[in-house]
């Protein structure tokens, strides 16, 4: 699975990446690159890690199975996201709370997971709850099972289980 993740969006939805970002943008990406890394490490999936901007310092872009993608401008990351999103379609998962990002995903065929839920898994927190939080309440088709999940919410969930799997 590819997964295509919106860096600094990540990055702000959780304290201790904020807080590495308050000392510098460099620390911050550095911090996240430095936990999908090593999700990265035990599995076969790939990770693309969206950033706004140009590289300004700091190394070579990641390696491996993590990659490095900055925006040129005037396109955004979230542009860059939707492109690859498109480009990827079913088999890839985007991470990300924007919701025009979310969107564009769903409409390529790509599973969508919000910033918070990404970060839980990567922690190795326990599924709880409604795997399909991201959605709004939307009424339901009479037809087939109304306790089945969406199609959304089975993507989403498998993409979770596959990161959340050793």
């Known amino acids: ?15 201790d990446l904020r807080a590495r ?29 969206v950033f706004d901007g140009a590289r300004v310092t700091g190394g070579a872009p990641g390696a491996g199975r993590v990659q490095v993608l900055f925006s040129r401008p005037p396109r955004t990351a979230d542009d860059e996201l939707m492109r690859l999103a498109r480009e990827g379609g079913a088999g ?4 990300s709370s924007d919701r025009r990002v979310q969107d564009a995903a769903r409409r390529a ?7 918070e839920r990404f970060l839980d898994a990567l922690a190795g927190a ?16 009479k037809r087939g099972n109304p306790r089945r999940p969406s ?12 990161l959340r799997s050793p």
């Open 109 to 115: 065929g790509c599973a969508v997971l919000g910033a």
């Open 21 to 49: 970002e308050a000392e510098s943008l460099e620390a911050g990406r550095r911090a996240l690159l430095g936990l999908v890394a090593r999700r990265a490490g035990g599995s076969r999936d790939t990770f693309t890690v």
């Open 126 to 141: 326990p599924a709880v709850g409604n795997e399909d939080e991201d959605a709004e309440e939307r009424p339901r088709d």
């Open 151 to 162: 199609k959304k919410a089975r993507a989403a969930a498998r993409a979770l289980r596959r």
């Open 92 to 95: 890839t998962a985007v991470v």
């Open 1 to 15: 699975m590819r997964w295509l993740v919106d860096g600094y969006n990540v990055i702000r939805r959780d304290p």
